[in-house]
């Protein structure tokens, strides 16, 4: 592969990570993760529980990772007490 395909195939790449969303802070993740509380009717995350949450930037499946793990301990939590 020449130089020049490479350095092609590396701007498509970029360009297509630039076109995912992703969360770039604590409060961009407080606000995701509160947009599913707020559809559950559950309380909402506080701003340092969204900073321990938060692990440096985060595209949507790593989102969905640790939304996954969030709600599913809350509901095991929740299924135990009863």
């Not at 559950?40 to 969905?64: H, K, P, Q, R, S």
């Amino acid at each position: 592969m020449a130089f020049e395909d490479m350095h092609q195939e590396q701007r498509l790449l970029l360009e297509q990570q630039m076109q995912r969303p992703q969360l770039g802070s604590p409060s961009e993740l407080r606000e995701a993760m509160n947009s599913i509380c707020r559809q559950c009717e559950m309380e909402e995350i506080d701003e340092a529980e969204a900073i321990d949450l938060y692990d440096g930037t985060m595209d949507a499946g790593v989102f969905y990772q640790i939304a996954h793990e969030y709600f599913s301990t809350l509901c095991r939590t929740l299924t135990m007490a009863v």
